[in-house]
């Protein structure tokens, strides 16, 4: 087995695109290898920059609420993860290098990189003193990424590691390939190479918890009929209020109250025992404002130190007024509208074509967002960011009159007159995405005569009752910018777009992207054959993405060391503080 062999794939990565190095970085984010016990609190040896303000907590305000709790590995939402409760394995920086979290960067892999050694820092404690162990990691992995409790991040954390398929369809209660070999030391064995697996546990949703303090409901299985009771479970005993300082973390702030919307209110303090780099905050102030006006008006009032992050109209103006206050950061994402295939009139392939193809896609994205989006490439997915991009893949050019021939071809045309109604649910997204949605039932209504189209914001608000949506408006796209992870993320069985929403496939799709995943990026046919399965992907139209995203936030002037990587929604918290103004 070879020692960082990492090093010698980041040459040709790096070539490719700057994003996906994996650069072995130098030791440890980390304190001095005292034990918790020992050393104390360490932010009272803590020298504060001389321009710092005596006060020291933080103020921010979030756009997206804190989804199914302060739980990693679920739907784990920013304002539960801002102050880093819980490390991940590695952090990845802002161009894709791999810096030590949890993990050290001395890891060893084999020659096919499928068989991994990591090693966790030997100071690393729980908030309550307690050493973090492999077994610790093992034991929340096998407990979190179990299907009766989670879904899609299991895929693209644990997606190559041995035994996985069978975990997820229950056959087995524990991660064949994951093994403790000691107290800090794991083995991790794959089913397909993967040299991108430091990467890939750099999300937030790869940080281990403490077991210990959900076991318990394990022995109340049968009081649980989904997932989604599950976890309400979990989140009822640490995500109501005060009882959120009992949270165990392991991370360089722990909650002190954590309240969900419509109260959202999200504390922060000081972990005593953190094990890491010393937090130079006291404190973090967090809360969660859905409307961007009472943002922007909070932001210029100098109310909030830190917007996560405002966007739509007021993004625009602010920016026309405050441009350096905006921070941009890499994103290979998009903004888009799911057809749920199994619901009609969207389980016709020509149908779902000729909506495509009836969609101006410049005006969606100038329109709603006010040119803070990208436009959508004609209908593709694959943002300029990917790899492989190819500025000429246009698989649904604006074109009104081969719409009306899709819709003839359909078996619900020949005419508009004879389309059933189209329900689309907006789920709770943010203005400039509903706007998109409500852009494009316009285009459809003027290019093809198609308007009994009805947009709701949840299933119960239908006039004609639930069970019937038929798109559905969300997001999509991969943390890390190669095809075929966006293939994975969104034409995979196992991919979130697949059990969420399309419920979509075609025979050979699956073994095709799992191949891609095990290929070497610079090799000659890997960007051929990522296109063709691409290309197999958009003809069977099963996404409208409305628009690219581009990432900022924004940050006020006296806020020093603040940065962030939405590679990994990693936030530099140790190295932020707040300026005398």
């Not at 360490?42 to 907590?57: H, R, S």
Request: with cysteine; charged share 25%; proline share 7%.
């Amino acid at each position: 087995m070879s020692r960082n062999r990492w090093q010698l794939i980041v040459g040709l990565v790096v070539v490719l695109s700057v994003m996906l190095s994996a650069c072995v970085s130098p030791e440890a984010p980390a304190g001095d290898g005292m034990a918790a016990e020992e050393s104390g609190d360490m932010m009272d040896e803590v020298m504060l920059p001389d321009d710092a303000a005596e006060d020291q907590i933080l103020n921010v305000v979030h756009e997206g609420g804190c989804g199914s709790g302060p739980f990693p590995g679920i739907d784990y939402g920013s304002p539960c993860n801002f102050g880093h409760m819980f490390m991940p394995p590695f952090l990845v920086d802002i161009d894709g290098n791999v810096t030590p979290g949890l993990f050290t960067t001395d890891w060893e892999v084999n020659d096919d990189f499928t068989e991994y050694i990591f090693h966790i820092h030997d100071d690393a404690v729980w908030s309550d003193g307690k050493s973090i162990t492999a077994q610790d990691a093992l034991d929340w992995w096998n407990y979190i990424f179990h299907s009766d409790r989670n879904s899609w991040p299991r895929n693209f954390v644990m997606g190559a590691v041995v035994g996985i398929d069978e975990f997820a369809d229950g056959q087995t209660e524990t991660i064949e390939g994951l093994t403790a070999l000691d107290d800090k030391t794991l083995k991790v064995e794959l089913w397909r190479s993967e040299s991108s697996l430091p990467q890939l546990w750099g999300f937030r949703e790869a940080a281990p918890a403490r077991f210990d303090q959900y076991a318990d409901l394990l022995d109340r299985a049968d009081e649980f009929a989904n997932a989604g009771e599950w976890r309400g479970a979990m989140a009822e005993r640490f995500f109501q209020g005060e009882n959120a300082a009992d949270l165990i973390v392991s991370g360089p702030f722990k909650p002190v109250h954590l309240s969900p919307e419509p109260d959202a209110i999200y504390r922060f303090e000081r972990n005593p025992n953190w094990w890491g780099e010393p937090t130079l905050l006291d404190g973090i102030e967090a809360t969660t404002i859905r409307d961007f006006q009472t943002m922007l008006l909070m932001f210029e009032n100098e109310e909030i130190d830190i917007a996560l992050n405002l966007a739509g109209p007021p993004a625009v103006l602010l920016r026309s007024n405050q441009p350096d206050v905006f921070r941009e950061v890499p994103v290979s994402a998009f903004w888009a509208m799911y057809f749920l295939t199994e619901q009609e009139p969207v389980d016709d392939v020509n149908l779902r074509r000729a909506l495509m193809s009836a969609i101006e896609w410049e005006k969606v994205a100038e329109i709603a967002w006010e040119g803070e989006q990208a436009p959508s490439n004609a209908g593709s997915p694959m943002a300029s960011a990917y790899q492989c991009f190819d500025a000429n893949f246009q698989p649904y050019p604006f074109n009104p009159e081969r719409a009306k021939e899709f819709l003839s071809e359909s078996k619900y045309g020949p005419t508009a007159d004879t389309v059933p109604k189209i329900r689309i649910m907006t789920g709770g997204s943010d203005p400039p995405r509903i706007r998109a949605a409500q852009i494009i039932q316009e285009m459809w209504r003027v290019n093809l005569g198609i308007d009994d189209v009805e947009i709701k914001n949840a299933e119960s608000e239908f006039v004609d009752g639930e069970g019937l949506v038929a798109i559905q408006v969300t997001s999509g796209g991969s943390f890390l910018p190669r095809p075929p992870y966006l293939l994975e993320a969104i034409a995979h069985t196992r991919g979130g777009s697949y059990q969420s929403w399309t419920k979509y496939t075609e025979e050979g799709w699956d073994e095709e992207i799992d191949a891609l995943l095990s290929m070497d990026p610079g090799s000659a046919d890997y960007c051929e054959r990522s296109l063709a399965m691409l290309e197999k992907f958009t003809d069977a139209a099963l996404v409208i993405p409305t628009g690219y995203i581009r990432g900022w936030y924004q940050v006020q002037p006296w806020v020093g060391g603040y940065g962030q990587s939405r590679i990994s929604f990693w936030h530099t918290m140790t190295e932020t503080y707040r300026k005398e103004r």
